[in-house]
């Protein structure tokens, strides 16, 4: 292929995933349209228009020089920290949910043993066990990692169950059957087997992850989103609050293209296998 | 097609319906405002408890009904909308809401720190083994409080500054009242700023350092906000605050003091004898005008205000001291 | 693929394939029945937690014994104003359930029908749920006021993506050979819509609601720990402004109970009214 053409099929990539942008992104754009004119309106001091929060955006989070990526100061002290218990809290619960889901999904005992209690800890909100978590933390990063581990841990440790539970039986006894080492069955048929439901519980805990974040913040933080967003909330001023708020939605449109991406690489792969080993009965 | 283009707009017009209900609403009070009150409350306020059970309330012609709500901008939020005609804020809130713009106006006062010769019911709390014996070990600590930006963080920050630590050194960390206690005897923190009375039974484990209130002279610790409207509409709003002023009386009353902590015992489900041992905070209805300006002042040199506001229209004239 | 599916109940005639392919010991030997083990699960914990505060690994002012705390969750089965609370709770629960379902089932399968709306409306979705619904509390209360209504509508918001993504991917899944098969046969589009799309959603929409029922909850319990005028959450910061933690954790305790009972009641309904979900997903689709 020869340079220029190289150049202009990149062109029309761009210009095609910029369609695709606009496709998926101009309800929102329409939404906010509403928003300001509704607000407009109501002239509610508790609901600013979108405008005012768009400046107070900038304000707070892009006033920073070209080389921190116009990043501001508030941003490095308050949102990088909760990025990094995001990830920590996240990172732990997909590690501790996917190897003891699938512990409790192939040995049956133990699955029998501990489903009443995942159901329990399911059904108790995450920060009634906050002086639980200080007392254990103490007023450190840990303790909101600790929480957003623990919220996120339930629908990963239940998916990645089922998803080993709900393994396609004809797959089990063809297995079965060629007497596979236990490393080739782990490898070759449960985990590709389950990775559906896992993504799907990593998925849901994305959002929860999110939102626990800033949960967590609001009590034994001295910095993060969620701290910034109630002492905005103390001092009454909204245009920040949302502004802060529109942040917490932007990054989870960011997180979820992100994870779409993930998933589509990972599980092409699985596809791929998959129906050979469905159908090749 | 025709039915796809339908379906859409149906779509559309679904989506804008669920995101457009976030509209305005009506600031005005409730119609029956002459009798039937709401207040919101904490929990239980001893003049709450007192004017309702010995018939203050009623003898104002005040039929007052108390509904729970968390205090600053949901309390704001509440006496906005009608859901509440008097809304519980501490008077930094009441001056910060009435800065940023809401239509509100403070119509009584209720809890005001205990001054001398009063013993303090606040106190900044140690360990009774800490190292720490004046503000200035204060710089570079972890202080727990309930509230970020809340009364007890201003004060307390007030209180550092004018024993010259500087308030930016030390870090305000939010904790609810009955962790702050448990996290200064393990360490967690380096000390918390409460009230005496809700130190559980650790009183032998800490001592405190200071009354930081008492360095900001008089500090409104809780007063009733309602909508301008409402104000505006009848006389409920008086009536409620010589309702107020009356309960005041009775209750500084020293004959009436039992009587009171046997009826807070009820309410709080804390023993009377415990309640009667710890220090409380003072009541008073009368908004004095001059604390409420330092107050104010006091948030512009914590930088949590660009100036100060003008107090005169926001504190009504039938409040005042 | 649904995207939100938590889990579906076990059925104990699923073989659990060991990881070498043998069947393991223990079932050879007759098999313990699994009540019995989830009963030793939950002595285990109540032994842990014992153990826990018993070591001073945590002080029993922060976290009560077991003993105690079961002995006052048994008191608070007999108040009769914690139950009402109870009640309260669980109908603001009802309430949320039912206007987020009434709104969001129908919604999430007209925006996963029409393709043109589907990647649209994810990205609200996306944006949407990330917020936690408490940042809209003082929105709430200027809106509905401080009673049931706000922790309704608070409850809403947050359950309303689940069920209406869930509702959305369940249409989107629908098999499009038998959406084709459907077609070829001459089917209009009610009939499309009934035989076709709808079944094969509403696993996909059962799945919505149970995660959604635990969900709406704890939002109905946070909103009352946060503020409001009657429920469970309403007696348990009364309990805990008291500094009675025992109180609080049987309030908590009795609350997860009732969230579990949810759940395996919103199992048992789900398995009648779509028993199709069932195989259709330990098919491993």
């Not at chain 1, 508790?46 to 929060?53: A, H, L």
Request: aromatic letters at 8%; glycine letters at 8%.
């Amino acid at each position: 292929m020869s340079d220029h053409g190289a150049k202009r099929s990149s062109l029309a990539a761009s210009a095609q995933a910029m369609g695709r942008g606009v496709q998926s992104l101009w309800l929102l754009a329409a939404l906010l349209v509403v928003w300001e004119i509704a607000a407009r309106l109501a002239g509610s001091l508790f609901v600013p228009p979108v405008s005012q929060i768009f400046v107070a955006f900038v304000d707070t989070w892009l006033s920073g020089s070209p080389s921190s990526l116009f990043l501001s100061d508030q941003f490095r002290v308050d949102v990088l920290p909760s990025l990094a218990r995001l990830g920590l809290g996240y990172g732990a619960a997909a590690a501790i949910g996917i190897s003891a889901g699938i512990l409790i999904g192939v040995w049956r005992p133990a699955g029998a043993f501990f489903n009443p209690l995942i159901r329990l800890g399911m059904s108790v909100p995450v920060t009634a066990l906050l002086p639980i978590a200080i007392v254990l933390f103490g007023i450190t990063s840990g303790m909101n990692v600790f929480l957003i581990a623990l919220g996120c841990l339930w629908p990963i440790l239940i998916n990645t169950y089922d998803g080993v539970r709900g393994l396609d039986r004809t797959v089990v006894t063809a297995a079965r059957s060629m007497r596979l080492t236990r490393r080739r069955y782990f490898l070759q048929v449960l985990l590709p087997g389950a990775s559906p439901a896992i993504f799907v519980g990593m998925r849901i805990s994305i959002g929860i992850a999110l939102v626990l974040m800033v949960i967590s913040e609001l009590y034994a933080a001295t910095a993060g989103l969620g701290f910034y967003i109630v002492s905005q909330q103390r001092l009454f001023r909204f245009p920040e609050l949302w502004a802060a708020i529109v942040l917490l939605a932007l990054l989870g449109i960011l997180f979820n293209a992100i994870f779409a991406v993930v998933e589509r690489v990972l599980l092409r792969w699985h596809r791929n296998v998959r129906p050979e080993g469905a159908e090749g009965h | 097609m025709i039915s796809r283009r339908i379906g859409a707009a149906a779509a559309v017009t679904a989506l804008l319906f669920a995101s457009a209900c976030g509209g305005g609403y009506d600031a005005a009070g409730s119609a029956n405002a002459t009798t039937k009150v709401s207040v919101t409350t904490f929990g239980c306020e001893i003049w709450n408890t007192w004017a309702i059970s010995k018939g203050v309330y009623v003898k104002h012609r005040l039929d007052v009904e108390l509904v729970r709500s968390g205090g600053g901008s949901a309390a704001v939020a509440a006496v906005l909308s009608g859901a509440a005609d008097f809304g519980y804020v501490n008077g930094y809130t009441a001056i910060n809401a009435y800065n940023t713009g809401f239509p509100i106006q403070m119509v009584s006062g209720a809890n005001v720190n205990a001054l001398p010769p009063a013993k303090p019911a606040q106190g900044v709390f140690v360990g009774k083994d800490s190292p720490i014996t004046s503000p200035a070990d204060l710089a570079g600590k972890k202080i727990a409080v309930n509230e970020i930006n809340g009364i007890n963080q201003i004060v307390t920050a007030s209180w550092l500054k004018a024993n010259g630590v500087e308030p930016e050194s030390v870090s305000f960390v939010a904790l609810p009242f009955a962790e702050q206690i448990p996290a200064v005897l393990s360490g967690r923190v380096d000390a918390a700023q409460l009230g005496y009375s809700l130190l559980g039974n650790n009183n032998d484990g800490v001592r405190s350092l200071a009354d930081p209130f008492a360095s900001s002279n008089k500090v409104y610790i809780a007063t009733y906000v309602a909508a301008k409207s409402f104000v505006a509409k009848g006389d409920a709003a008086k009536r409620f605050h010589e309702a107020m002023t009356e309960t005041a009386q009775q209750l500084n009353d020293p004959a009436n003091k039992d009587e009171s902590f046997r009826l807070l015992s009820e309410c709080q489900k804390v023993p009377a004898e415990t309640l009667a041992a710890q220090p409380q905070n003072a009541i008073e209805a009368a908004v004095d005008l001059a604390a409420l300006d330092r107050m104010a002042q006091q948030m512009v040199d914590l930088k949590m205000m660009q100036k100060k506001p003008d107090l005169e229209p926001f504190v009504t004239d039938f409040a005042r001291s | 693929m649904s995207d939100v599916r938590v889990s579906h109940p076990v059925k104990a005639d699923v073989p659990a394939p060991s990881p070498s392919g043998v069947p393991t010991a223990a079932r050879r030997r007759g098999p313990t029945p699994d009540w019995a083990y989830g009963l030793a699960g939950i002595a285990t914990m109540f032994v842990v937690w014992e153990l826990v505060v018993r070591t001073g690994a945590v002080s029993a002012d922060s976290l009560p014994y077991p003993a105690a705390t079961m002995r006052r969750a048994g008191e608070l089965l007999v108040d009769a104003t914690f139950l009402t609370e109870v009640a309260q709770t669980l109908w603001a629960w009802l309430l949320a359930m039912l206007a987020a379902s009434a709104v969001g089932i129908p919604l999430g399968l007209t925006l996963g029908y029409f393709s043109a709306f589907y990647r649209p409306s994810s990205s609200v979705v996306h944006a949407g749920r990330s917020i936690p619904s408490s940042a809209f509390l003082p929105i709430a209360i200027l809106l509905f006021g401080l009673g049931t209504q706000m922790k309704v509508s608070l409850a809403i918001y947050a359950i309303f993506w689940p069920i209406l993504l869930n509702a959305m991917y369940g249409v989107r899944d629908t098999e499009p050979l038998m959406l084709a098969t459907g077609r070829s046969m001459g089917w209009g589009r009610t009939r499309l819509l009934t035989r076709v799309v709808l079944p094969s959603a509403a696993p996909s929409i059962a799945t919505g609601l149970r995660v959604a029922s635990s969900t709406a909850l704890i939002v109905v319990l946070s909103a009352e720990l946060l503020g409001a005028t009657s429920g469970v959450g309403t007696v348990i910061t009364t309990y805990q402004q008291a500094q009675r933690p025992d109180f609080v954790y049987a309030g908590i305790l009795l609350v997860g109970l009732l969230g579990m009972a949810l759940y395996y009641g919103f199992n048992l309904v789900e398995r009648l009214v779509v028993p199709w979900g069932q195989a259709q997903r330990e098919s491993g689709r």
